[in-house]
């Protein structure tokens, strides 16, 4: 009985533990990534810059309503592009990290906080 519930509790039970608060600006249009290139230059690591860059310019509703702010969420919650720029080591909290490409078009993406568990 003891086994079966170490045995459940690590198979069934076993979500991802790391977790991640973050924002983005997304365009779609055809010259999207030069422009999001060009507004990460602008905000030079200045996260109210990036939010009024988001509720001017995202097409994302999260954009116009809480500046990008897509509140926090787990690995395997958003697109798989998505997912590894947000989880990946390689990228900082408290910067602009992209343009990244996803169906939905491209992004801009500030990491707010982010704690990552083995």
């Not at 977790?19 to 200045?46: P, W």
């Not at 897509?70 to 958003?78: I, V």
Request: charged content about 25%; some cysteine.
């Amino acid at each position: 009985m003891i086994f079966s519930a170490i045995m459940l509790n690590g198979i069934l039970f076993n979500s991802p533990k790391s977790t991640a608060t973050a924002s983005h600006i997304l365009l779609d249009d055809k010259d999207a990534e030069s422009r999001l290139m060009n507004m990460k230059k602008e905000i030079k690591g200045d996260y109210g810059k990036f939010q009024a860059i988001a509720r001017e310019h995202s097409k994302c509703p999260s954009g116009k309503a809480a500046g990008g702010s897509l509140g926090a969420f787990k690995p395997g919650m958003m697109v798989p592009a998505f997912d590894k720029a947000i989880f990946g080591k390689e990228n900082k909290v408290g910067e602009a990290i992209g343009p990244i490409q996803t169906n939905f078009g491209w992004h801009l993406i500030w990491i707010e906080e982010r704690n990552l568990v083995e």
